[in-house]
């Protein structure tokens, strides 16, 4: 695909005198290309692991169950007094 678009450039460009705004794109294809390989600039990447004073990213834990409660055993209610708390209320006039 990136010999594609260079040759479309290329040929672009010399259909049209050879201006160097019709090579952007594969220009923009190799900067993104080589600035995908840059090395990481933190701090964090650069840190000795063997340093015990080095800072590092807290680590929290957060359970996957902790709001579970547990609703068994439990006692049925009454369906008719269930389904009469839910029902809507007659409007008054009917």
Known sequence: ???????????????RGGCF??????LAVIALTLAGCMPATTSLATADPADPAAKIARVGYRSTV?????LRPAVPAPWRERNDAVTPQPKPGQ
């Open 21 to 26: 705004r019709y090579h952007w794109p594969l």
């Open 66 to 70: 902790a709001p579970y409660a547990s």
């Open 1 to 15: 695909m990136l010999t594609l678009l260079g040759a479309r450039s290329a040929a672009a460009s010399a259909a």
